[in-house]
């Protein structure tokens, strides 16, 4: 379970251009359920995913990692919540690494090396043995149909291919919870349809998803748990699905 106690996320400040982006959120966020963030955009989503991934800390407010064991490699045997908003940058390191898979609307694969070296890339900084993630490299490709393509340049792949490259990476270090920010932003019906078939599969295999999307395709999917909507940073409306 993830919980937020009163999140704000602003930029610039205490300067006349101060703008504040996530505006005193709180929420609880459940376990292996798809959670969807919708709004427009400027309506604070992304800064929220970013917060809650542990890629920018909040202004204020507290985040809490509960029930994650995984999360936590320094933490005593037994313990599995922390406070993620106060620990040191290493610390954030390891749990973003061991806890979070990103999808990123922009995809950001990196061009001129292989795909299957672009669904390794997240796996170096653990000190697992290279063999060890590159036989999960390949696994990961297979299971999204795309192994065809692990020796071939991302550049040269489709865009729904380039959806499951970066969709394998993010499962690489088989992290608990998966943040998609605006995933089928640049991706026409058929293939957003494909992607939440993917989603649908992942929450089947205990994954806690959380996605942040204006798009009518992924906010009305029938898998969805909860939908959350925002509007100027703070959330207007959100309950379960169910």
Known sequence: MIELSS??????SDQPNQFTAVDNVSLVIDPQNVTVLKGPSGSGKTTLLTVIGCMARPSSGRIFLRGIAAALPYQQEGNADVEITSLPERFLNDIRRSTFGFIFQQFNLIKGISVLENVMLPAYPTGENRSDFRARGQELLEMFGIARHAGQRVELLSGGELQRVA????????????????PTAHLDSKLSGEFMEIVG?????????????????????????????????????????R
């Open 167 to 182: 969709i394998a990476r993010a499962l690489i270090n088989n992290p608990a919870i998966i943040i998609a920010d605006e």
């Open 201 to 241: 599969r992942l929450k089947e295999a205990g994954k806690t998803i959380i996605i942040a999307s204006h798009d009518p395709i992924v906010y009305d999917a029938p898998l969805i748990d909860r939908l959350i909507e925002m509007r100027d940073g703070a959330i207007v409306s959100g309950g379960s699905r």
């Open 7 to 12: 999140i704000t996320k602003s930029f610039n």
